[in-house]
Nanobody, 123 residues
Framework: VQLQASGGGLVQAGGSLRLSCEASGRTFRPYRMGWFRQAPGKEREFVATVSWSGGSTNYADSVKGRFTISRDTAKNTVYLQMSSLKPEDTAVYYC?????????????????WGQGTLVTVSS
């Protein structure tokens, strides 16, 4: 399974961006997919996750009400709609997937990782 993230870029504070992550592979049946981010000099942190079958979602407190995660099972793609962006949202955003029931908000809870896409929010 390969995950390809896209959609990052430079945006002004208060603006919006939508990230996409397409999964490819012979058979793709994840239990859940998620987004993490890593700011310069900081550890990678959980952002949001969505269950593949039911579509239930969870978010980090720092993005609740501003970010929305969704998935299109027909396209094997997960999205992260980011609104009201702040300079502190600047980071490389990584998508991830897991086939198993696991803790959704930790790195070890995911089997597969994309290459990351850079989001820069200017003040």
């Amino acid at each position: 399974v390969q995950l390809q993230a896209s959609g990052g870029g430079l945006v002004q504070a208060g603006g919006s961006l939508r990230l996409s992550c397409e999964a490819s592979g012979r058979t793709f049946r994840p239990y859940r997919m998620g987004w993490f981010r890593q700011a310069p000099g900081k550890e990678r942190e959980f952002v949001a996750t969505v269950s593949w079958s039911g579509g239930s979602t969870n978010y980090a407190d720092s993005v609740k009400g501003r970010f929305t995660i969704s998935r299109d099972t027909a396209k094997n793609t997960v999205y992260l709609q980011m609104s009201s962006l702040k300079p502190e949202d600047t980071a490389v955003y990584y998508c991830a997937a897991t086939r198993y029931v696991s803790d959704y908000n930790v790195i070890r809870g995911y089997d597969y990782w994309g290459q990351g896409t850079l989001v820069t929010v200017s003040s």
